[in-house]
């Protein structure tokens, strides 16, 4: 535990669940929600793809915790932590997709307004695939979201905030119907919504299928 002693924190998954491993981040603190805990002070929030959207949120907490699919170069599923200034600069270095540079664009902007948290902590995982558009996590990657939050438990008891067992009422959170039991339950076969395109309108497509 630190001297660190943070009134608010904001836990953030970031992401797009309709691209695979690409929504590791949302998928994580949904988790969270039902099965953590949280004091007040931390707010659960399901931050998708919405870049500046997202910094009335920073400037309100005093730290952060984000949830993120990241290329770090690893081997796929393995999760590594980022802590303060690695953190932005790691993000401006290894863009993976679209909402990272949004996110690293909030980050910025709050740096500027000197209104960004005093803590930052980024817990990413390597993901197994991208290309799979309705596609839900890969196993190993799915397998990392319980570690995720144990590490995410841990840095809040690092900042003097205990979570326990149980469920947070979290307001800010994907509607039901696509939380991930829902969406890759529900998924239609590749027979009836082809990966690669309807080949009616993408002359190709049927030999790529093939």
């Known amino acids: 535990m630190t001297d660190f002693k943070p009134a608010r924190v904001l836990v953030l998954g970031i992401g797009n669940v309709l691209w695979a491993d690409e ?56 999760m590594r932590v980022l802590r303060d200034a690695d953190v932005p600069a790691f993000m401006g270095a290894k863009k993976m997709s679209l909402h990272q540079t949004g996110f690293q664009d909030v980050i910025a902007t709050a740096q500027l307004l000197n209104r960004c948290p005093g803590k930052l902590t980024l817990i990413g995982c390597q993901p197994v695939e991208l290309e799979d558009y309705g596609g839900g996590l890969r196993p190993a990657v799915a397998a990392q979201i319980e570690p995720a939050i144990t590490e995410c438990v841990a840095e809040l008891a690092r900042w003097g905030i205990e979570v326990g067992e149980g469920r947070t009422q979290a307001h800010d959170l994907a509607d039901v119907s696509i939380r991930r039991g829902a969406y890759e339950e529900g998924r239609p076969s590749e027979d009836e919504a082809c990966r690669m395109g309807d080949h009616r309108f993408f002359p190709g497509a049927e030999k790529v299928r093939a």
């Open 23 to 78: 929504g590791f981040g949302v998928r994580c603190v949904e988790v969270m929600a039902e099965t953590r805990a949280v004091p007040g002070n931390v707010k659960l929030l399901d931050g998708g793809t919405q870049g500046l959207y997202l910094l009335p949120f920073l400037e309100e907490a005093e730290a952060l915790i984000v949830f993120d699919a990241i290329d770090f170069g690893l081997e796929p599923g393995e």
